[in-house]
C-alpha cells in the first residue's frame, strides 16, 4: 500500500504561479498529477517516471514542470502561466505501471484560477 500526502493548491491570478507537491509513502515507479472539474472525468496532467522521465499533457505543455526529489518520493509540479481553466481539484497518484487511470490517490487539493 502506497500513502500519498498532498500540499499547495489555492487560489491565483490568471497568469500566476503555483506549485503542488506529493510525497509517497515509498519509491514507486511512476508519480503523477491528474485534474478533475465537476461532472468531468479525471484526466491526466503530467506524469513522471523513476528516474525522472515526464510526460505532459498538451494543454500544459510549456506551463507545467513536473520533477521529483532525489529520494523519488515527493513529486512537485510546478505551475506557471495558470489560465482560468486549469481552475480543478488536482489529484497526486502513483503507480507501478503506466495505465490510464494510476492506482494509488491523493485526497485532492483545489486548484482555482480567477481572471
Known amino acids: 500500500q502506497v500513502h500519498l500526502v498532498e500540499s499547495g493548491g489555492g487560489l491565483v491570478q490568471a497568469g500566476g504561479s503555483l506549485t503542488l507537491s506529493c510525497t509517497a509513502s515509498?519509491?514507486?515507479?511512476?508519480m503523477g498529477w491528474y485534474r478533475q472539474t465537476p461532472g468531468k472525468q479525471r484526466d491526466v496532467v503530467a506524469t513522471i517516471t523513476l528516474g525522472g522521465v515526464p510526460h505532459y499533457a498538451d494543454s500544459v505543455k510549456g506551463r507545467f514542470t513536473i520533477s521529483r526529489d532525489s529520494a523519488e518520493t515527493t513529486v512537485y509540479l510546478q505551475m506557471n502561466s495558470l489560465k482560468p481553466e486549469d481552475t480543478a481539484v488536482y489529484f497526486c497518484a502513483a503507480d507501478w505501471i503506466n495505465r490510464s487511470q494510476f492506482y494509488y490517490w491523493g485526497q485532492g487539493t483545489q486548484v482555482t484560477v480567477s481572471s
Open positions: 515509498g519509491s514507486i515507479y511512476y
